[in-house]
């Protein structure tokens, strides 16, 4: 190699160094900390053009992030993306909230900083929303009811993963196994894939605008980072915002948002592409059933039960297969991402062939079930 250019990848390396050990000048805008989004360019190696007035634009050659101006719609590789909190000039420049560059842009940019992957996802629970009395959304011009199809689609997920080797578990798999009081039953949901180790979480639900019939779409979410509201939220520390009684000090689901939003991502990306559905976006809000989740999880409303269109789409079995294929290609995506994380095994750490576990490996965990009902006081 020549002399020059070694000398400059030494400069350059001791550059990015420092770059790295600066910490980002903050500038606090209302209770929010924001960040300078050229700084944020600079901190993630990403080149940075105004593509108008409204928008500015964060790309290299793998990525590709617009910013609006005062707004909280962004997109990442041509995916919808809602901010926690808006984008905002001042002075002639935009800056960001330094929870969505810590908590999702850093770790969808560059997830090699955010630390040791979790391990290779084999078992995966899945969770068809509703069930028993609570049916979920429905359509009632076509009889339609959400409990049915998420159950559905979450046993269509399953034979797909269990045909590729993972273990799957399911909170439910028939129409009668809840309390029926969503209080109880959306953390023991949770807490129920927590038990049976699961390494990855997926909320099945179709979607509901009523009574607005036209609107249609994809929504992925995951749990909004500590100190962040929904993503249809305008409103601060309402009934769903931190600190949460049952958490009191950190809800275990953000322990895991750097892999749930790598999660949702993947999952987002393979059903756009594989539905053709229009893009509602990528968000975040406080679900319930995501809190006390020990691994990475997201929710996913495929489609819109309150769209007629939609709906009679969703009605069709060809749809529902279609559903569980994309859902299957979203967690091998997530999958494979973590794989090109971790880096390569030593000959003395490698898997043996055939899967089977090498001597010393952690025994593995209890057979999967399904959730039984709380017990009611009697
Ligand atoms: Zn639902």
Known sequence: MPRALLRLICVLWAVAGARAATPMATLRIGRIDYLRAADVAGRLNLRMRWLS????????SAHRLELPVDGRDASLDGLRLFLGEPALTRSGQLYLSRIDYERRLR??????QEGSPPGHPRIIALDPGHGGSDHGTENPRLHLMEKTFTLDVAFRLKKL???QG???VMTRTNDSRFANDQRVDLPLRGEFANQRHADLFVSIHFNSAAPDTRTRGTEVFSFAPRYQRSSDSWQR?????EPNPRYPDLSPANRNDAWSVLLAHAMHGELIHSLHTEDRGEKIAHWAVLRPL?????LVESAFLSNDAEAERVANPAFRQQIAEAMLAGIQAYGAELGRL?????????ASPGG????GAPARPPLPGTLEPPQRPS
Do not use: K
Request: aromatic share 0%.
């Open 53 to 60: 007035s409204r928008q500015l634009e964060l790309a290299d």
């Open 107 to 112: 770790p969808l940019l560059r997830p090699e």
């Open 161 to 163: 993963l269990e045909a």
């Open 166 to 168: 993972d273990l799957v």
């Open 237 to 241: 520390r309402e009934d769903d915002s």
């Open 294 to 298: 020990d691994c990475p999880g997201i």
């Open 342 to 350: 971790r880096p390569a095994p030593g000959p003395a750490h490698a």
């Open 356 to 359: 089977i576990d090498p001597p």
